[in-house]
């Protein structure tokens, strides 16, 4: 081993500030043996000299070259300093970045152990000019721990994702062999080299240390090579390394990196430029697509399938240099939430547009964007895309003409609709939400796929900024739809649109500022910035720099500071306790909370319709999350988490919910806790989970006086004593033996012999039966659950016979395609599940409790475990095999469900399982006789009825 082990080449090129910093984060490693490379890409200022110095300073440790001439790029001084380096390793340094303190340590040991050709470690983006500092790690997920690769293929991510050379060690001896270098004269040389070295190393070896900071200035006079997005050129090299890392992967043989690599792109890479694209000019968008179409032919079209709808939209329409529909998908691409396109409906599906899909099948299968859900929205929940289509000062006076046209999805807005609206300005800055402006919209006007819309505001007069600490005015337009409203913000994509300057009035003073200017937002949106008067614009600029700017800005940060602490879930906590108990119990209060706030549902829900048919005298609140729609009026709604919801908890006599108030809130001796809990058990629960008891005794002891809070806790089976309750640790005088209240609807729509009035609210017609699909929750990667069967093949065989209700759990939610509309109808919106198990004649189920409560209705049952294995051995577990005591069929794919529906009817399936229910619902519903509401009425509150 030579004595130096390890040489760090830092290059440099007009930036002599930084570079002293740089290279004391190489001398001051816990590693000895580390020399410092430094490479000058002929600087212009000062750089090669603050070299000579560092060097002359160090010697032996530091030695500093100088290129001949600028080459332009990063590629030119690293093959330098390559050739130069003496130790036995080699790592790359810019000079506005760092190593942390034991990267070489780190590096050298994992190679040593290994005998890794290059070894990873993490690279921590340093948001340096932001408050705080932000740090985001680089792909974190490639590091979590150490491992070592025999070849690229056992990890394709990492070519695929971490194409730095800056986070890695490589063995010099292997970067001689392999004939390892940069290419020069073109940028993006990272992801060639990067490639290159991953294809050629015999050994990589990942670490999960954090070796490297790459700091980040958001703010920078000069953007970096690989953000000079606004130049044609920087995608022009960008996709030239990308044809080389192709042919690269080519000649070794890996199509399963190409493909991995060409998902990428499509996800990330074609992104970073598209978001600019509405931001250019006619030129520029042209040889952009004139590049980026070169290139996507040589995606594989399977690539496509694994992105999101949206990203395949905009690489197929550029790809088309479609712009009338490719620029309003970019606009979604930047802001996921609206809806940018009017859609077309095709067959029963939804597409972007309706160009290319009647002439080209893998356009409609890029262009299907049923999944998204936007047929799904009300006009409420829209959030279309408004586009504004002029923009000029009438006069000399503060007035300003807008006018634009709003996107009308599939005709979400119908033609009739009274339709009216208004423009509202609001400080961008959180905190001066109370500075809000509105202004009437003259014109609206239904336009088929559009609204168009035009309005005159007075800035001068109807604009009134405080001025310094609301600088940013941000714009939206309000449309009400027949008194529904929707917000838009205005999306601004012609360059040049918006220009001039405005005349306003401040509040305080012209010399803070006395006229606006339209500016576009990152996300494309018009706002408007303050511009202070140009006689006093230096005294503003001293000002705002001097001891009264320092003494404004510091007092509205404290403001802000006080503002959040005193809204912060922390300080609602003391205000709980310490003011909020310490008020007396309010008599004859009630609390009333399902599924945390989510709905007007459940247990609670039968216990309250029973005091109000009681006509019992007592004051009741609902919590609730979201919107208060559903929730009874005859009750004080107060939203979950909010000061009157604690103080009502604080104050309550009783406490009734299905799930869990908040844990960290006491509840006093005073409070009585009536937990009527949501559902028996199949999956392991409480201390019963392997998760609950890893945890620490301290954790264990936190969770228990949460727990210890309920006072009494509703029972439907001796099988809820042996589960619920016992992986509860609760106490046997907490057990109440009464069944649960949401029941008794079940237990006497058994009796009933007409069918319930849902059917027709519903839409479904009178000869149809009705099957209630309701699997339990997923995570999926978000809320969206993917049903386990195509549902268009399920309503094409069975839509004429049975009308297929879809109920997801409340925490996931599902979207149906339009082609299913009447056979197939999403009532996951609908609060409570027990309405729909009382009209549905059979149920399909995987491992929902659902299934302990719909075996009172006596009928048919289908079970579709999918996922048994993993649900059952990878997940929590089970207390008892579902296979094995299913009451009903059970099936493991959608043809086997297809067949068990074709094969035999419903009427077949009751007969053959009626003594599997009959057990079922003995040994899991055992106190559910239908009278569980009025029995908790009669116990805890008979006292009240009104004399």
Known sequence: MSDVAMSVVVIVYNDETRLPTAVRSVLEQSLRGVEVVIVDDHSTDGSYEAARRLADEHPGRVRAYRLPENSGGCGAPRNHGIRQARGEYVLFLDSDDVLERDACRNFLEAAETTGADLVSGMCVRVHVDSRHRKEVKWYPWLYART?????????????????????????????????????????????????????????????????????????????????????????????????????????????????????????????????????????????????????????????????????????????????????????????????????????????????????????????????LGYHTRPVGKLFPRNELTEYRQEGQGGVVRLAGRITNPLGAIAPGARLTAELEFYARRQGLRFQTFRFPVATVRHEGPYVSWAASADLAKGLRPLGIVDAVWDVRLHLHVDGERTTTRLTATRPGLATGEVPVRPRLTRLVADRVEPEISARGH???????????????????????????????????????????????????????????????????????????????????????????????????????????????????WSLPYLKALARAEF??????????????????????????????MGFDEAGWKLKSRAEQAEQQRTLDRFDHFLIRSEHDVRTLAKAFRLREKTLLRVGYPRNDALVRARRATERPPLATELGIPAGKKVLLYAPTFRQQGGRRFALPFDVERFAEEFGDEYVLLVRAHYLNHVVLPPSVRGRVIDVSDHHDVTPLLALADALITDYSSVMFDYALLDRPMLFFPHDYEEYVHEGRGTYFDLLERAPGPVVRTADELHSTLRESSLEEQSVKYASARERFVADFGEYDEGTAAQRIVEEFFTDWRKA
């Open 655 to 684: 406490w009734i919910d299905n799930q869990s108030y908040p844990l960290k809130l006491t509840k006093r001796p005073g409070t009585t806790y009536i937990q009527t809990w949501h559902g028996s058990a199949l999956k392991r």
């Open 147 to 371: 491992r070592t690769l025999d070849s690229i293929a056992e990890l394709p991510d990492l070519l695929v994702f971490d194409t730095l050379s800056t986070n890695k060690c490589y063995r010099r001896r292997f970067l001689l062999d392999a004939g390892l270098e940069f290419p020069v004269g073109i940028h993006y040389e990272d992801l060639l080299f990067s490639a290159r070295a991953y294809t050629a190393a015999r050994r990589i070896t990942l670490i999960p240390n954090r070796v490297y900071d790459w700091n980040v200035v958001q703010k920078a006079d000069a953007k970096s090579i690989s953000n000079r997005r606004a130049e044609i050129a920087n995608f022009a090299h960008r996709m030239e390394m990308h044809r080389r890392v192709d042919a690269l992967l080519a000649d070794k043989s890996l199509p399963e990196l190409k493909f991995r690599k060409d998902v990428k792109f499509l996800k990330h890479d074609l992104v970073l430029h598209l978001r600019d694209l509405p931001f250019r000019d006619a030129a520029y968008r042209q040889e952009f697509a004139a590049l980026a179409r070169a290139y996507l032919t040589s995606i594989d079209p399977a690539a496509y399938d694994e992105v999101e709808p949206i990203h395949a939209v905009c690489a197929y329409l550029l790809r088309m240099s479609d712009w009338d529909n490719l620029l309003p998908a970019v606009d979604t691409l930047t802001n996921r939430d609206k809806v940018s396109a009017p859609l077309a409906e095709r067959d029963g599906r939804v597409y972007w547009c309706a160009e290319h899909i009647d002439d080209d099948p893998f356009a409609r299968q890029v262009l299907d964007v049923t999944e």
């Open 526 to 640: 018009l706002a408007f910035r303050l511009v202070p008067g140009k006689k006093a614009n230096d005294l503003v600029v001293r000002g705002l720099r001097g001891t009264p700017g320092r003494l404004a800005k510091a007092g509205y940060r404290k403001a802000k500071a006080l503002r959040k602490r005193a809204t912060s879930g922390e300080t609602k906590l003391r205000v709980y306790h310490d003011v909020y108990l310490r008020m007396p119990v309010r008599k004859r209060l009630v609390v009333f909370e399902s599924h945390l706030g989510r709905q007007y549902s459940d247990s609670p829900r039968a216990i309250y319709e029973e005091m109000r048919r009681q006509g019992l005298d007592f004051e009741a609140v609902w919590s609730y999350t979201g919107r208060p729609q559903g929730f009874p009026a005859d009750a004080t709604l107060v939203r979950r």
